[in-house]
C-alpha cells in the first residue's frame, strides 16, 4: 500500500446522506452540491504571531519569551495560516504571561483566543506548569506557599479561558524536570517537583484543571520519547490521573527522522490507547544542527539561513512526516511550531514561510495535503427516489445544496447516515 493510500484508508470513509426539504420530503432524484468546510482532525500551528493583531494593537508589544513575527508582520500570514491550520496553540509560559506577580495577561490572550475562535479556529493553551520560563518572582515563597500559587494558577487561567481554551498541555517535559538544574537562575517549580515528586506534580496539574473545567481536553507532552516518558505515562495512569492524550515533540532541527523511527514511536506511545497529539514538529530548510548536539537550545550561530536545496528537503520531509502521522489511526492532532522564519524558535529556518512573508515549498507541500489531496472538492452528486446520496470523504464539517437549499452536516465514521434538511 502507498503511503497516500495508507493515509485514505485511515482518514477517509463513506457516509450516506439523505436529504430532505424544508416541509421534511425527501430531495429525490436531484443533483446536490457536497462541500467540504473543516477537517476534524487538528492541524495546528502556534498563533504567537497573531497575538498583536488579535488585539489590535497599534504599537509593536513586547514580545513573546518564546518568539512570535509580531504585529508587524502578522497581516501578510493570516491568510497564509487560515488556509491550512484549523488549530492554534497560544502562549501562556508563565514568565511571560505574568512578569509581575498578580498582573496576568489574560485580557490580551482572551481577545487572541477569541480572534482564533470566530475565524473556526480551535484554541489550545501552552503549558500549564512547566518548570522552563517559571516566574522569577516565584523564588521567593516557601515550597508550601508554591504548590498552593501553582494550584492557583492552573485554576484561575482554566476557568477564565473556559469556552476560548478547552484543550491545555497540562503539563510540561516532567520527565527532566525534578533533574533539571540551572544554577545561575533558581527555579521554584523544579524545587516543587523535587519536593512532592513527578506524579505528585502531575497530578495536582491535571486535577486542578480538570476542577476548574470538567470539560477540557489535558495533554501530558515531553520531548524526551525514551523509555523513561513510557515508565512515567505508565506510573500516571496506574495512580489514576486522568489523561486525554499524549504529547509527543518532534523537533528534527537535526533532520527528518525518517519513517521508520517515527512508526516505532507511534507503536510505543499509541499502546495505552489514548488519543497521540505531535505537539511540537519542525523541520529546517536551512543547514542541519550537528548531530552531537544534545540540547537544542545549546546551538548558537550568528545567522541560520534557508537555503534552496534546505527548502525542496523540508518540503519532502515534511510530506513524509505528515503521511506516516496520519496513516496511524491513533494520531489526533499534529501541530507545526511556527508558520515563519521570522521570529522563529532557536532563530531556526524552521518555518513553512521566509521571513519576508513569501511561501517556501514545504507550505504549498503542507497545503497540498490538507487542502488538495486529504480534502472532498465541492463535488455534484444525485440523490436517489428517498433522497440519499453516498459520500465518501475525510472526517469533518461539510455544506450540502440543493437548488436555493442549503444545510450543514459532519462526516463521521461512527456516525454513516446522517439526515439534513434544507434551509
Keep these: 500500500m502507498t503511503p497516500a493510500a495508507a493515509v485514505e484508508a485511515v482518514r477517509c470513509s463513506d457516509a450516506t446522506l439523505t436529504v430532505r ?39 509593536e508589544a ?8 509580531g504585529r508587524e508582520a502578522a497581516g501578510q500570514l493570516v491568510d497564509l495560516w487560515l488556509d491550512v ?6 502562549p501562556f509560559y508563565w514568565a511571560g504571561f ?16 477569541a480572534w482564533f475562535r470566530d475565524r473556526g479556529v480551535t484554541v489550545k493553551g501552552h503549558p500549564l506548569v512547566w518548570h522552563t520560563l517559571a516566574p522569577d518572582w516565584l523564588t521567593g515563597y516557601s515550597d508550601a506557599e508554591v504548590e498552593e500559587i501553582v494550584r492557583w494558577r492552573v485554576r484561575r487561567e482554566v476557568t477564565s479561558f473556559t469556552g476560548l481554551v478547552d484543550v491545555w498541555d497540562a503539563i510540561n517535559e516532567v520527565v527532566i524536570m525534578p533533574v533539571f538544574a540551572n544554577e545561575e537562575r ?14 505528585p506534580t502531575i497530578r495536582l496539574a491535571f486535577e486542578e484543571a480538570r476542577r476548574a473545567n470538567p470539560g477540557t481536553t489535558l495533554v501530558l507532552n515531553d520531548f524526551n520519547l525514551s523509555t523513561a516518558y513510557e515508565c512515567l505515562i505508565e506510573g500516571v495512569l496506574e495512580a489514576g490521573v486522568q489523561v486525554d492524550a499524549i504529547g509527543l515533540q518532534s523537533h528534527m532541527h537535526q533532520g527528518y527522522w525518517g519513517e521508520e523511527r517515527t512508526q516505532e514511536v507511534l507503536d510505543r506511545f499509541a499502546r495505552y490507547g489514548l488519543p497521540l497529539h505531535w505537539t511540537e514538529t519542525t523541520l529546517v530548510s536551512g543547514d542541519l ?3 552531537e548536539i544534545v540540547d537544542l537550545n545549546d546551538h548558537q550561530v550568528d545567522a541560520w539561513p534557508s537555503t534552496p536545496e534546505g527548502e525542496e528537503r523540508q518540503a519532502d520531509d515534511i510530506v513524509r512526516h505528515y503521511r506516516t502521522l496520519l496513516a496511524h489511526p491513533a494520531v489526533q ?20 514561510v521566509r521571513a519576508d512573508g513569501s511561501p517556501k515549498p514545504a507550505y504549498d507541500a503542507l497545503r497540498g495535503l490538507v487542502k488538495d489531496e486529504w480534502w472532498l472538492a465541492p463535488t455534484r452528486l444525485p440523490t436517489d427516489a428517498d433522497g440519499r446520496v453516498a459520500v465518501r470523504g475525510w472526517a469533518g464539517d461539510y455544506t450540502v445544496t440543493a437548488g436555493d437549499g442549503m444545510a450543514s452536516w459532519r462526516l463521521r465514521p461512527d456516525a454513516p447516515t446522517p439526515e439534513v434538511i434544507l434551509a
Design 62 to 69: 513586547p514580545a513573546d519569551v518564546f518568539g512570535g513575527a
Design 98 to 113: 505574568e512578569p509581575v506577580e498578580g498582573e496576568p495577561d489574560t485580557r490580551r490572550l482572551q481577545a487572541a483566543a
Design 186 to 199: 533558581p527555579n521554584a517549580i523544579i524545587r516543587l517537583c523535587r519536593r512532592i515528586g513527578r506524579l
Design 21 to 59: 426539504r424544508a416541509d421534511g420530503s425527501p430531495c429525490a432524484d436531484t443533483e446536490v452540491l457536497v462541500e467540504q468546510v473543516r477537517h476534524d482532525f487538528a492541524f495546528g500551528n502556534i498563533g504567537f504571531d497573531f497575538v498583536g493583531l488579535a488585539g489590535e494593537e497599534r504599537a
Design 85 to 90: 491550520f484549523n488549530t492554534a496553540t497560544l
Design 333 to 352: 492532532a499534529v501541530t507545526y511550531w511556527g508558520i515563519t522564519d521570522r521570529g522563529a524558535w532557536l532563530g531556526a529556518p524552521a518555518g513553512l
Design 289 to 291: 544542527m550537528p548531530p
